[in-house]
């Protein structure tokens, strides 16, 4: 009973972590239409500037990471000025914009490893580690922060989404570009918007994982595939059901452990992710087809 | 400086043939194919393991490109009901698959530490040890690989490929299955990368993991983008310019930990350069939707 507890605490815990990076990953991929692979080296570009405020600036922890969030926003939108934007306007297609977004990882990968070399990077904050009983199960503290946070972000970017202005040009954007341009609505800051709210929100599963899981140059591919997995998985273009399908990766990974060797991790979400375009590419909570 | 040069050759006639199969599923079918390097791996790690196990080196080449073409055809399955950012999410996914069992399986791919002491190539008897012998059949393998895609891309085969890819609703209303299409041009794509990454296993004799991650595929799209979708003769000028572009850092005495990402900036950067500024290469043709 413990362990089933302890199991299902794991696959939560994963589950918030790549819920954000989902969530975000999906706004925007629906505002833009596009899948911007470069979210992944977002997110640990970010991870990396809260190590470097951190431990090399030795600032403290809560403003490293407000500091955090606001990096990963205006990378976002620097990289939609100077990487999509010219690309738009050379009327490149999507699949330009993809091969493009793959590139814009890699090359903040290589930049990463240039400037902090190619080992793990691992913060030091034992007291964010200290488990605490939980009804026969364990958890840190960082790790109540994570599930806590992401519902709160969740639900806070739902409400934001149907109810605020912004949330609503947003959506409009995302259903049709060309008919919300003709009612005055401005598609380039739309973008802009949708990447510097996607890439903050991607800026906050960044601190969670630098603080849970340690930071690799590398680390950025994986997320990232994670993220758009588990949006597919949820059904593509839903916040919500992005979380939804993270959560069903979170589970897998947890339960897979127990017949694999956890190396094996990351291949049980990408067999999983097969198996699903395989035989339902629309997505469990999605009515759109793929 | 003899032996520099014959090693620049034989990179070139590699990448020649890694770019040339993917040209099949990225320029001819119009498949967002991310995994490349994975099918490269597999052809690496099949043909070394059975020259292992004491598989004469032609046919361990020819049945290393034969896995990695089942393979091939397998990830193209679901490209029945799927379009391109999800063809794109699929072949990364199943490449960093393969990245994971190559890591973790040290029983078969000695994981981490990789499978040493391939043994060097012979044919006929003929050994091709010395890199000047390695080079002609290098060379012999690329030029294969290069006239029968040429020929294939003539056939009624890759006719109907190439229109499928420009309108599939078109095609499918001839008659022609373009599932059918694009899963046995994946699976080609597939066997001329493993045929590649054979012979690559076998030139450098070590592999390990780190050498099919997405950084090394990048030369290899940079290659294909730059030479120009579907331009073949276009896809050799790129390889040799592309092979060429990072060696100047050699000379910069730079230490290996800088070299290794430098290199793979240049050619990221080169590749983002080349979108932005000319997205059809050299002599490309067509345009991906």
Same mark, same amino acid.
């Given at each position: 009973m413990d362990i089933f507890l302890q199991i299902v605490i794991n696959a939560l815990i994963a589950g918030s972590l790549y819920g954000l990076v989902a969530a975000s990953f999906s706004l925007i991929y629906s505002t833009n239409r596009f899948a911007h692979f470069a979210h992944g080296g977002v997110i640990i570009s970010s991870g990396y500037f809260l190590f470097w405020l951190t431990n090399t600036l030795q600032l403290n922890l809560l403003l490293s990471a407000i500091l955090?969030?606001?990096?990963?926003?205006?990378?976002?939108?620097?990289?939609?000025?100077?990487?999509?934007?010219?690309?738009?306007?050379?009327d490149a297609s999507n699949s330009i914009l993809l091969i493009a977004s793959v590139v814009t990882l890699t090359i903040m990968q290589s930049v990463l490893t240039l400037l902090f070399g190619s080992s793990i990077k691992s913060f030091n904050y034992p007291g964010l580690h200290e488990p605490m009983g939980f009804l026969g199960a364990y958890m840190t503290p960082i790790q109540i922060v994570i599930v806590l946070s992401a519902i709160a972000? =969740?639900?806070?970017?739902? %409400?934001? !989404?149907?109810?605020?202005?912004?949330g609503k040009t947003l959506r409009a954007v995302a259903e049709n570009p060309k008919l919300a341009e003709t009612i005055g609505i401005s598609t380039v800051s739309t973008y802009n918007w949708s990447f510097f709210?996607?890439?903050?929100?991607?800026? =906050?599963?960044?601190?969670? %994982?630098? !603080?849970?899981?340690n930071l690799l140059p590398s680390m950025g591919i994986g997320l990232v595939i994670k993220g758009f997995a588990g949006a597919v998985i949820g059904g593509l273009g839903s916040v919500t059901g992005a979380v939804y399908g993270s959560l069903i990766i979170g589970a897998a990974e947890n339960i897979g452990v127990w017949f694999f060797p956890s190396g094996y991790k990351d291949a049980i979400t990408y067999v999983l992710l097969f198996v699903f375009l395989l035989v339902r590419p629309s997505g469990l909570f999605s009515k759109r087809n793929a | 400086m003899e032996a520099y040069f014959l090693s620049l050759l034989i990179l070139v006639t590699i990448y020649w043939i890694f770019s040339l199969s993917l040209q099949v599923s990225l320029g001819f079918a119009g498949f967002l194919n991310f995994g490349h390097i994975a099918?490269?791996?597999?052809?690496?790690?099949?043909?070394?393991?059975?020259?292992?196990?004491?598989?004469?080196?032609?046919l361990s080449i020819l049945l290393g490109a034969t896995i990695s073409m089942m393979f091939g055809y397998l990830v193209a399955l679901p490209c029945r009901r799927l379009k391109g950012d999800y063809l794109a999410l699929i072949t990364l996914g199943f490449s960093l698959i393969v990245f994971v069992v190559a890591l973790n399986w040290a029983g078969l791919t000695g994981g981490p530490a990789g499978l040493a002491d391939i043994p060097s190539p012979q044919l006929f008897g003929i050994s091709l040890a010395s890199n000047s012998h390695f080079l002609v059949f290098s060379f012999f393998v690329s030029l294969c690989t290069y006239l029968i895609i040429?020929?294939?891309?003539?056939?009624p085969f890759g006719t109907a490929l190439q229109a499928a890819r420009d309108d599939e609703l078109g095609t499918q209303v001839l008659g022609i299955s373009t599932f059918k299409l694009i899963t046995v041009s994946f699976a080609l794509s597939a066997f001329f990368a493993g045929l590649g990454g054979?012979?690559?296993?076998?030139?450098?004799?070590?592999?390990?993991?780190?050498?099919?991650?997405?950084?090394?595929?990048?030369?290899?799209?940079?290659?294909?983008?730059?030479?120009?979708?579907?331009?073949l003769e276009g896809t050799l000028l790129a390889t040799v310019v592309v092979v060429l572009l990072p060696e100047p850092l050699r000379f910069l005495s730079l230490s290996s930990s800088v070299i290794g990402p430098a290199r793979e900036l240049s050619y990221s950067l080169l590749l983002l350069i080349l979108l932005v500024l000319q997205p059809r290469g050299f002599y490309g043709k067509i345009r991906l939707k």
């Open positions: 955090t969030v606001v990096f990963a926003g205006l990378l976002g939108v620097c990289l939609n000025l100077f990487v999509y934007l010219p690309l738009r306007k050379r972000m =969740v639900t806070l970017l739902s %409400i934001f !989404l149907k109810k605020a202005r912004l709210i996607g890439s903050a929100l991607g800026g =906050v599963a960044a601190i969670f %994982i630098a !603080l849970e899981q | 099918f490269i791996a597999i052809g690496a790690y099949a043909s070394s393991l059975l020259s292992k196990v004491g598989v004469p080196f032609g040429k020929r294939l891309s003539a056939t054979g012979l690559f296993a076998h030139y450098i004799t070590f592999i390990d993991p780190s050498l099919f991650t997405l950084s090394q595929f990048i030369p290899i799209l940079a290659i294909v983008i730059l030479g120009g979708l579907t331009s």
